[in-house]
Structures are given as structure tokens and as C-alpha cells.
């Protein structure tokens, strides 16, 4: 089977702006700073939230961190053409539509629940279901 390395290669820039997004939060969480809001004033309510661990205790920005560090290696390994490009082109859709609907789940949580946005937070939403565009077009390119 033939991927258009493109889309992975554009993938991996995409990882890229999500490793930066979830490296900033993680440096104003741990500073203990406000992280700046370019649009509304959510993003401190939404980031301080009980909502903000969901997995094992685990913050939210770092679990996107290892989301993003290993969709940027995959993409890495696929355009590089590893020998077992399948099975990692199989294992990057599951992990995207595992970040998906967890990015749905967050989304659903800042508008029913918290009645707050974090810009941070869609942006992250924003650059996932732009990562699964990608990969939903790679068949057809």
C-alpha cells in the first residue's frame, strides 16, 4: 500500500503546533501562572477546573504532551518509510480517534458544565480535527 508522505509530513507539523500549545500550558501550570487568554476569559476557570485530570491523576496537558510527542513519532517513522508503515499508519487513526473523542468530551464539558472556554483548550480540539482531516483525505490523495 502507498501513503502520500505529505499528509504525514503535515501531520507531523501539526503535532508540532500541539507540542507548543500543551508546552506552554504545562509551563504556566507549573509557574503557577495565568496562562494569557487571546480570546474570552475562560481559560483559567477551564485549566484550574476539577475537570482538569482525567486520566489517573494525570494533568490534561500532559497527557496531550504524550499524545502529540507520539503522533510527531509515528508521522516520523511513516514518512521515513519503516518497515511496518501499516501498522503504524493503523495505530496513529486509533490514537486519533481516541484524542477525538476525548476532544469532543472536553468541548462538551467547557459548554454544559464549566460554562467556560479555554482558547488553549479548542485550539487543541482545532489542531486534532485538523490532524483527522488529514488522515480521512490520505485516502484519496
Known amino acids: 500500500m502507498v501513503f502520500n508522505i505529505t499528509s504525514f509530513a503535515l501531520i507531523f507539523t501539526t503535532a508540532a503546533i500541539g ?21 474570552g476569559e475562560g481559560c483559567d476557570a477551564v485549566l484550574k477546573s476539577r475537570y482538569n485530570r482525567m486520566f489517573f491523576g494525570v494533568h490534561n496537558d500532559i497527557a496531550g504532551m504524550i499524545f502529540y510527542i507520539a503522533i510527531a513519532a509515528l508521522a516520523a517513522l511513516i514518512v521515513l518509510e519503516a518497515y511496518f508503515v501499516l501498522r503504524l499508519v493503523l495505530l496513529m487513526e486509533f490514537l486519533l480517534v481516541a484524542a477525538s ?8 464539558i467547557q459548554w454544559r458544565m464549566l460554562k467556560a472556554w479555554c482558547f488553549w483548550c479548542v485550539m487543541s480540539a482545532a489542531t486534532i480535527g485538523l490532524m483527522d482531516l488529514i488522515i480521512s483525505f490520505q485516502v484519496f490523495i
Not at 20 to 32: G, N, P, Q, V
Not at 101 to 108: H, P, T, V
Open 19 to 39: 507540542i507548543s500549545e500543551t508546552s506552554y500550558l504545562i509551563k504556566k501550570r507549573i509557574a503557577a501562572e495565568k496562562p494569557v487568554c487571546p480570546i
Open 101 to 108: 473523542l476525548m476532544s469532543a468530551a472536553f468541548l462538551y
